[in-house]
């Protein structure tokens, strides 16, 4: 699978934004698996753009936490939770959302939504999908886990300080088990891992490298492919 290439951040979320539109023009009831982290967030506030101006329409679909730290209160600014809801659902105008608390309750709202239409996800620097961190199985089930040294360091960047070194995420049964994926990936420190994730081996130590699996849709900017 080779990934479309944008020539750059503001590329890539007009071509993803365009993905987006389409499927919930498909599907008004979508379930989106929600990705935080920098890289959605110029296609986040595209689609909020586009629902402003009354070209899509986002209010019957269902957005889906994708993972979340142990130990956050609500009005922590760390809350993936919250982070979900300022980008995504509240300026897009969702009225349904699945908050991620236990690995029981997630399972069972997966099951109610029948399943997920779409997961919308970021490439962590060392592979990861969510907080599925390496190594991952395909079949990791949504748990809690320890985050590594270079998630920490990574998130570090968000905020500014230190995160909760436990995380809970969304397995990656559920997220293989989308009906589509979509990848996006920006930026020079992502072309390693992008490249071992879309060339290299399947394997544990590179989660995202069994998106191949799924039907897969990678946008990528020049710096993180070529
Ligand atoms: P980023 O994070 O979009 O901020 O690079 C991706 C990730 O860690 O999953």
Known sequence: MTPTIQADAEQLAQAAADFITAQVRANPHLS???ATGNTPMPTYAELARRVEAGDVDFSRATAVQLDE???IEDDDPRSLWNWMRRSFVEPLGLTRTVRLHS???FGAAIRDLGGLDLAILGLGPNGHLGFNEPPSPPDAPTRTLALTPASLESNRAYWGVAVPAGAITAGMDVILAARQ???LVSGAHKRGVLHAALRGPETPEVP????RRTALTVIADEAAWT
């Open 32 to 34: 989106i698996l929600v």
């Open 69 to 71: 730290y142990l130990g």
């Open 103 to 105: 690995p029981g309750q």
């Open 181 to 183: 994926t979509l990848l």
């Open 208 to 211: 995202a490298s069994f998106l």
